[in-house]
C-alpha cells in the first residue's frame, strides 16, 4: 500500500479532490454522487494526493479520472484494468484506482477484468453500473436484464445479463462490495475499506442513468419500497432487513429463506450470520444470488473480504530472492556471459 | 586432440561448410544443431545458422510434414548466411532425406541413420524402395549409420527405458559430426552436465552416446576422411554466440541500465517472439519485471501504464499479435509515452506460417493504425544487430516520447551469429530527466525535440491527466478545437520526423555512384552482403545499401537513391519497401520478392544482379 501516513497529518479535504475541468455529465447523472463520494472519502485514506491515480477505460464513467485532481489516465475502452495492473507493477508505491462502467468492464474489457480478479493485484476498481451504453447514446449492456429494449434492441434483448458479484468472486476477487449511488454514507464507507483492503478490490456502485435508463435502481432507492428490498451486509451481524428490521433472511441448506421476525417462529438467532471473512466463497456467492431470486432482497456491502498476497508483492518479492541470491546484476556480467571465446 | 587416434584418416583442410540436421521434430535436430554452432562458435570459425521447424511441437513420426531441421554454416572466412545449398545432410528418418535432399549439394554427403528407413517410414515419406539401396542416391557420398542401434548398444548397461535410449541418438549424431568436422566434445559435455544436473543417469547416457557417436568415427570403415575448418580471421575481440531473440533481451536489459530506468515487458506467448519474454524473465536481478499479461493487448496496455510509471516499456509479439495491439499504439501516440514494441515477424496473413520467417509486416508498422499516428519504425538486420537496434528504439523512445516500432524476424530471431562484444565502457548513457518543478509545468508543453516532460504519478504538484482524446497543446486538457487538432496531428508528425535529424546515414558498401545499387532492410542483410560481395568479386558494378531505419528514413537516403540508375530491392514479401520507397522517392526500383516462409538464398539475390546487369554490360 502506498506510503502510509496519518490521514490527519495531511488535512485534506474533499476540495482537494476536485480538479479544475467542469463535469460534463448529464444534469441528475448518479456519476456526481459517486464522484462527491470519493471526494469526500479521500481525504480519509491516508495516501497522499500524488500518489493516488485514477486509470479509465471508456464511457461515461471512464470521464472519471478528468475529474479528480490525482494522477490520471483516460485509456481505451476497456483495458482499464490492463493499464492500472502494469501500472502497479511498475510502481508498487502507488495507490491505483480504476473507474470503469458495466460495456467498458464486462463486455469489451471482460478478460482483463477476470485476470485483474484471479491475480489478486492490488488495485480499486469501482464499477458503475447503469446497465445501459450511455456514451453511445443507449444500448443495452452486459448487465441490462433480458428483453431489455434499447435503440439495438427494440424488440427485447434475448440474453442473460452478467450478475458482476458473482462474476467477481468466481474470478476468485478477495474483495468484493456493492453499493448505490443514492446512499452517500454507505458508499463513503465501502470506498474506504476497498481502500483498506490490500489486494484486489471490487466495487459494484448502482447508478442510475437518467436519461437512457432512468429508475434501473428504483426498488432499492425510493423510499417506499427501499426497506423491503435491500439488505445491508454487516461482518458478524445478522441478515435482517424490512420496515423496522421486521424480516430476516435464514439460510437452509443452500437455500436462502425469508422469515418474519414478528411471527414468533423464528428469532434473530436464527438468522444467517454475515462472514466477510469467509474463506470459501461459496456463501458470498449465494449472497449474491439474491437479486436473481424473486423475494430475496438486494444485498449493499462487503460480500468478501478476505487476506491473501498480491501479485505485485509477489514480483516483488520474487525480484528481492533471486537479487540477494545471484547478487545485483552489472552489465558486463550480463554481456560477457554464456561461452565466450577471446579471438587475438 | 586425439591425435594418434585419427592415424588412418586423412584430413582435409576446407573454408567453408553447410551441415543440416534433419528429424522427426521429437528427434531433438533443434538441440542438435545449436550444439554444434555453439561448439562451432568456440573454436572460431564465423558461422550462420537456420533452424527450420514445423509450428506443431510433436508432429505425427515419420511424416514428411514433421520434419525439423537445422542448417549451420560454418567458415574460417567472414560469412553472413546460414549457407544456401548444405554440403552434409544428417538425415535422421527417411521424411527427413526426401523433404531435404532438394537442398542438398550435388555430390554431396548423406549420413542417414539406416536403422529408421524400415518399411513403415519409407511408405509415410513416399518411398516405393528404399533410396539408401536402390541407387538413386548415387550422385551423393552415402554414409549408412545404424545411428538408433549403435546407440543402443553404447547404452546395453543403461538403466533408462528402450525410449529413453532411443532418444539419445541425436547425441551420437552430434558426436559423429564432431569427429567428421574435428570440434572438441567438451562445451557439450559440459552442457549436458549442467542440463541434466537433477538426472544424472539421463546426463550419463547421453554422455555415452555422444562420445560413442566420436569414437565411431575413428573406428569405422565407412569414413576415411575428416574435415578441417580453421578459425575465421575475425577482428580482434571477446565473443559469444547469439541468437536475435537474445540479443534482442541484452540490448533492452543494457538500455534500461543505461538509463537508469527498470525495465518491464508486458507480453502474450507468440511464436517466434516468446523467447524474449523467456529470456527477461531470467533476469529479476537485473530488476526486469515480465508480465505475461492475458492476452496482447493487455500485454501493451500494461506496458503503457508502466511507461507512465517511469520504466523503460517494452512489448514483444508477432504479426497477429501486433494487429491486436494496434489500438493501443495509438494510445501510446496520443498519451505520448515512450515505449517499444517489437514485432518479430512470421508468415502471414492472419495465423499464416508460425515459425517461418517474412517480411510483410512493413506496411502495418508503418500505416497500420486509425487516425495520422506517425510511430518511428526500426529493423534489425542480423542477429547481434538486434543488440544494437534494441538500445537505439529506446534511445529514440525515450528521447522523444513516443512508442517506437522495432520489426524484427523469425530468421533473425533464431538465427546465430558469434557477436563481438561491445566494452560495456563504450555504449552511451541514455540520461532520462524527469520534471520534477511544480512551477511552469504544463504536460504537453515541448522541449527542443518536441518531446513533452515525462511527469510521474508520486511527483507532489504535477498531478495531472493524460489519455486518447485529443489534446490541447501545453496544457494537455482534452480540446475538440479544430484548430488545436490540426496544430497536434502536424506537431506529432514534426516530431517523428525530426528523428530524421538523429538518426545516422545510410551507407553505400562499394562505390558510392553507379549501375546498381542492391537497398535491403530487417534479415535479408546477410543473403545481400554475400550476393554482392560475390558480384563485385566479378567486377559487377553493384553497391549496397541497408535500411535500419524505416520511417522516418535517413535524411541522405533520397540522395543515396539518385546516385544509382538501378535499384533493386529484394524483400520477402510482395515489394513494400519497393513501394514505400517509390512514393517517397519517386523512383522505380526493381523488385525481388520472395514468399515461401523462407529466407534469401545468395544466389537467388546474385543471380537477379546478374540478370539486371547483363552478361558484363554492367561492369
Ligand atoms: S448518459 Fe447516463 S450515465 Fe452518461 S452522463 Fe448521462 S446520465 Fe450519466
Known amino acids: 500500500m502506498a506510503d502510509n501516513i496519518d490521514a490527519k497529518e495531511i488535512k485534506l479535504t474533499a476540495k482537494d479532490f476536485a480538479s479544475d475541468q467542469d463535469v460534463r455529465w448529464c444534469p441528475g447523472c448518479g456519476n456526481y454522487s459517486i464522484l462527491a463520494q470519493v471526494q469526500r472519502s479521500f481525504p480519509d485514506i491516508g495516501v497522499k494526493k500524488e500518489n493516488i491515480v485514477w486509470v479509465s477505460g471508456i464511457g461515461c464513467s471512464s470521464r472519471f479520472p478528468y475529474y479528480m485532481n490525482t494522477y490520471g489516465f483516460h485509456g481505451i475502452h476497456g483495458r482499464a484494468p490492463a493499464i492500472a495492473t502494469g501500472l502497479k507493477i511498475a510502481r508498487p508505491d502507488l495507490s491505483v484506482w480504476v473507474a470503469t462502467g458495466d460495456g467498458d468492464l464486462l463486455s469489451i474489457g471482460g478478460n482483463h477484468f477476470i485476470h485483474a480478479c484471479r491475480k489478486n493485484i492490488d488495485l480499486k476498481v469501482l464499477l458503475f453500473n447503469n446497465r445501459i451504453y450511455g456514451l453511445t447514446k443507449g444500448q443495452y449492456s452486459p448487465t441490462s436484464e433480458k428483453g431489455k429494449i434499447t435503440k439495438s434492441t427494440p424488440y427485447g434483448s434475448v440474453d442473460y445479463p452478467f450478475n458482476p458479484i458473482s462474476l467477481a468472486l468466481g474470478a476468485e476477487a478477495t474483495f468484493v462490495a456493492r453499493t448505490i449511488d443514492r446512499e452517500p454514507k454507505h458508499m463513503q464507507e465501502i470506498i474506504k475499506r476497498a481502500a483498506a483492503h490490500k489486494g484486489f478490490a471490487f466495487v459494484e456502485v448502482f447508478q442510475n442513468c437518467n436519461i437512457f435508463n432512468d429508475g434501473a435502481y428504483s426498488l432499492l432507492t425510493e423510499k417506499e419500497t427501499k426497506a423491503d428490498n435491500v439488505v445491508v451486509l454487516e461482518h458478524g451481524k445478522p441478515l435482517v432487513f424490512g420496515k423496522d428490521n421486521s424480516k430476516g433472511i435464514k439460510l437452509d441448506g443452500f437455500k436462502p429463506v425469508v422469515v418474519d421476525l414478528n411471527d414468533g417462529r423464528n428469532s434473530i438467532n436464527d438468522l444467517w450470520v454475515h462472514d466477510d471473512h469467509d474463506e470459501s466463497p461459496a456463501r458470498a456467492f449465494i449472497l449474491s444470488q439474491f437479486t436473481e431470486t424473486p423475494g430475496l432482497p438486494t444485498p449493499i456491502g462487503v460480500f468478501r473480504a478476505i487476506v491473501k498476497e498480491t501479485y505485485d508483492e509477489g514480483i516483488q518479492t520474487q525480484i528481492q530472492r533471486i537479487t540477494e541470491k545471484k547478487g545485483k546484476g552489472d552489465l558486463k556480467s550480463l554481456l560477457y556471459s554464456g561461452g565466450t571465446w577471446e579471438v587475438n | ?619
Open chain 2, 1 to 619: 586432440m586425439e591425435k594418434e587416434k585419427t592415424l588412418g584418416k586423412e584430413i582435409q583442410n576446407l573454408n567453408e561448410v553447410t551441415v543440416r540436421f534433419a528429424g522427426d521434430s521429437g528427434d531433438g535436430m533443434q538441440l542438435t544443431g545449436t550444439q554444434f554452432s555453439d561448439t562451432t562458435a568456440l573454436v572460431g570459425n564465423d558461422l550462420g545458422t537456420l533452424p527450420d521447424y514445423p509450428a506443431e511441437i510433436r508432429a505425427p513420426a515419420g511424416t514428411l510434414y514433421g520434419v525439423s531441421g537445422f542448417q549451420v554454416h560454418f567458415s574460417s572466412n567472414d560469412i553472413h548466411t546460414p549457407g544456401d545449398t548444405p554440403d552434409v545432410l544428417v538425415a535422421m528418418n527417411p521424411a527427413a532425406l526426401k523433404v531435404n535432399l532438394k537442398d542438398l549439394k550435388q555430390n554431396g554427403m548423406i549420413i542417414a541413420n539406416t536403422d529408421s528407413f524400415d518399411s513403415k517410414n519409407l511408405k509415410m515419406a513416399g518411398y516405393n524402395s528404399n533410396p539408401l539401396e536402390d541407387g538413386s542416391l548415387s550422385n551423393y557420398k552415402l554414409y549408412p549409420v545404424p545411428i538408433t542401434s549403435l546407440t543402443s548398444n553404447a547404452l546395453k548397461e543403461s538403466t533408462l527405458t528402450t525410449k529413453e535410449i532411443t532418444r539419445c541418438k541425436n547425441f551420437f549424431a552430434l558426436g559423429l559430426s564432431y569427429w567428421l568436422f574435428n570440434r572438441p566434445l567438451e562445451p557439450t559435455l559440459k552442457w549436458i552436465k549442467d542440463k541434466f544436473a537433477k538426472r544424472p543417469e539421463i546426463a550419463e547416457a547421453n554422455t555415452i552416446a555422444l562420445k560413442a557417436g566420436y569414437y565411431f568415427g575413428d573406428s569405422t570403415e565407412i569414413f576415411t576422411t575428416r574435415y578441417q575448418i580453421e578459425p575465421a580471421h575475425l577482428p580482434k575481440g571477446i565473443y559469444r554466440n547469439i541468437s536475435g531473440n537474445e540479443a534482442i533481451a541484452l540490448g533492452f536489459i543494457t538500455a534500461s541500465l543505461k538509463s537508469n530506468l527498470p525495465l518491464f515487458l508486458g507480453s502474450y506467448p507468440i511464436t517466434p517472439a516468446s523467447d524474449i519474454l523467456h529470456y527477461l524473465s531470467l533476469f529479476k536481478n537485473y530488476g526486469v519485471k515480465t508480465f505475461q499479461a492475458e492476452d496482447e493487448i493487455a500485454g501493451i496496455t500494461a506496458a503503457i501504464g508502466a511507461a507512465y510509471g517511469g520504466s523503460l516499456a517494452i512489448t514483444t509479439t508477432s504479426g497477429p499479435g501486433m494487429a491486436l495491439k494496434t489500438e493501443g499504439m495509438g494510445l501510446a501516440v496520443m498519451t505520448e509515452l515512450p515505449l517499444v514494441i517489437i514485432n518479430i515477424q512470421r508468415g502471414g496473413p492472419s495465423t499464416g506460417l508460425p515459425t517461418k520467417t517474412e517480411q510483410a509486416d512493413l506496411f502495418q508498422a508503418i500505416f497500420g493504425r486509425n487516425g495520422e499516428a506517425p510511430i518511428p519504425v526500426l529493423a534489425t538486420s542480423t542477429p547481434s544487430n538486434c543488440f544494437y537496434m534494441s538500445l537505439e528504439a529506446a534511445r529514440i523512445a525515450i528521447k522523444y516520447m513516443t512508442p517506437v516500432i522495432l520489426l524484427s524476424d523469425g530468421y533473425i530471431a533464431n538465427g546465430t551469429e558469434p557477436w563481438r562484444l561491445p566494452k560495456v565502457e563504450e555504449i552511451p548513457d541514455m540520461p532520462v530527466k524527469f520534471a520534477t518543478e511544480k512551477d511552469g509545468f504544463a504536460p504537453y508543453a515541448r522541449n527542443e525535440n518536441l518531446a513533452r516532460p515525462w511527469a510521474l504519478p508520486g511527483t507532489p504538484g504535477l498531478e495531472h491527466r493524460i489519455g486518447g482524446l485529443e489534446k490541447a497543446h501545453i496544457t494537455g486538457n482534452v480540446s475538440y478545437d479544430p484548430e488545436n487538432h490540426e496544430f497536434m496531428v502536424r506537431l506529432r508528425a514534426q516530431r517523428i520526423q525530426n528523428i530524421q535529424n538523429d538518426i545516422p546515414d545510410l551507407e553505400v558498401v562499394g562505390d558510392p555512384e553507379g549501375e546498381l545499387l542492391v537497398l535491403g532492410w530487417g534479415g535479408t542483410y546477410g543473403a545481400i552482403t554475400e550476393a554482392v560481395t560475390k558480384a563485385r568479386k566479378e567486377r559487377l558494378k553493384v553497391s549496397q545499401a541497408h535500411l535500419k531505419y524505416l520511417f522516418p528514413m535517413p535524411k541522405n537516403t533520397k540522395d543515396v537513391l539518385k546516385r544509382f540508375k538501378k535499384i533493386l530491392i529484394p524483400e520477402l514479401n510482395l515489394g513494400q519497401l519497393a513501394t514505400v520507397v517509390k512514393a517517397q522517392f519517386l523512383v522505380e526500383p526493381v523488385s525481388l520478392t520472395k514468399i515461401k516462409g523462407l529466407p534469401f538464398k545468395t544466389s537467388e539475390i546474385y543471380g537477379k544482379i546478374k540478370e539486371i546487369l547483363g552478361g558484363g554490360n554492367g561492369r
